[in-house]
């Protein structure tokens, strides 16, 4: 099992910046695909941005250009770092992780982005 644990969520007023960070258990973290989705209330879960083992990276059209995802293996973490916000970013952002197969989440950090 695989435990994901997310910190750096809050509130900011639109074109602020925010960084996530996300820490994974395993010690295999270098082989997993990372990314983060974000579902905001009463819609799906949709994909932000995901870096794959090989440092591939696809983002969501919305965020292309102001999101930025980054990974560090030494510490088992990836950062999401967010830039010029807008209100329409607000949401419950979650860590994912993904290898042969298996799926991990993390328990999700709140970003708000209201003035």
């Known amino acids: 099992q695989v435990q994901l644990v997310e910190s750096g969520g809050g509130s900011v007023q639109p074109g602020g910046s925010l960084a996530l960070s996300c820490v994974a258990s395993?010690?295999?973290?270098?082989?997993?695909?990372m990314g983060w989705f974000r579902q905001a209330p009463g819609k799906q879960r949709d994909l932000v941005a995901r870096?794959?083992?090989?440092?591939?990276?696809n983002y969501a059209d919305s965020v292309k250009g102001r999101f930025t995802i980054s990974r560090d293996n030494a510490r088992n973490t990836v950062y999401l770092y967010m830039n010029s916000l807008h209100s329409e970013d607000t949401a419950v952002y979650y860590c994912h992780a993904h290898n042969s197969g298996l799926d991990y989440w993390g328990q999700g950090t709140q970003v708000t982005v209201s003035s």
């Open positions: 870096m794959t083992a090989g440092g591939m990276t």
């Open positions: 395993d010690t295999t973290f270098s082989l997993w695909s």
